[in-house]
């Protein structure tokens, strides 16, 4: 019998209209790599696949993709377990994630919240400064064109709704908990770790640049 998206999908047993769902709701995930459960525009999405996990674990594992859940935060993630479909990093936000991971958990370990941590871009800035080392900011442009990238992957959310100002120091964001799922550290050991690690690559580049 030949392999169509229908004789796969009927195997699944569901009505016929959640059949129809399943394709969109997989490109959702591959595409965006994160799935919320507390964004109006997800939830309906999020809640399907929770309903029905097993299937888009076994269709996420075909594609060679790891279907993850934070069940305290209500995210899915889709991590690839291949190298083509990994989104590659720039140095500045790779070292802006570890700074969100690492003000996230001091946030969350000081305060003990219950819901998602909140710091402000200046908090950003200053910690960016502390794990880079450098006395040096990056510029306005630089920060903003981070910042707008990590918003659309749903790292970080200006607080109630408004519009991302990186100009203004004490304007305020939410850390999701995506954050963690990202870059999943669970010591100080293993955070000090990354940030040795980035700020090699950092030292790396600004020599290269002095000698050229």
């Not at 190298?83 to 990093?89: H, V």
Request: with cysteine; aromatic share 8%; charged share 30%.
């Amino acid at each position: 019998m030949p392999f169509t998206t229908d004789t796969i999908l009927q195997a699944t047993d569901l009505p016929e209209k959640a059949r129809q769902e399943i394709p969109r709701i997989m490109n959702r995930l591959l595409g965006r790599t994160f799935l919320y459960q507390d964004k109006p525009d997800e939830k309906d999405d999020y809640y399907f696949v929770h309903r029905h996990r097993h299937i888009f674990e076994a269709l996420c594992a075909v594609a060679g993709y790891t279907l993850l859940h934070d069940d305290y935060h209500r995210v899915f993630q889709t991590v690839s377990k291949f190298s083509y479909s990994r989104r590659r990093f720039k140095l500045d936000e790779s070292l802006m994630i570890v700074v969100l991971r690492k003000l996230y958990a001091e946030q969350t370990e000081h305060l003990s919240l219950a819901d998602d941590p909140v710091v402000t871009i200046g908090d950003l800035r200053e910690e960016y400064r502390t794990i880079t080392g450098k006395e040096r900011d990056m510029g306005i442009g630089q920060y903003e064109a981070i910042l707008r990238s990590l918003r659309r992957l749903g790292l970080i959310e200006p607080l109630n709704g408004r519009s991302l100002n990186v100009r203004d120091s004490e304007a305020r964001l939410r850390l999701r908990g995506s954050v963690k799922m990202i870059l999943p550290v669970q010591t100080a050991e293993e955070m000090e770790a990354w940030r040795r690690k980035y700020r090699a690559a950092d030292t790396a580049t600004d020599e290269s640049e002095a000698a050229a």
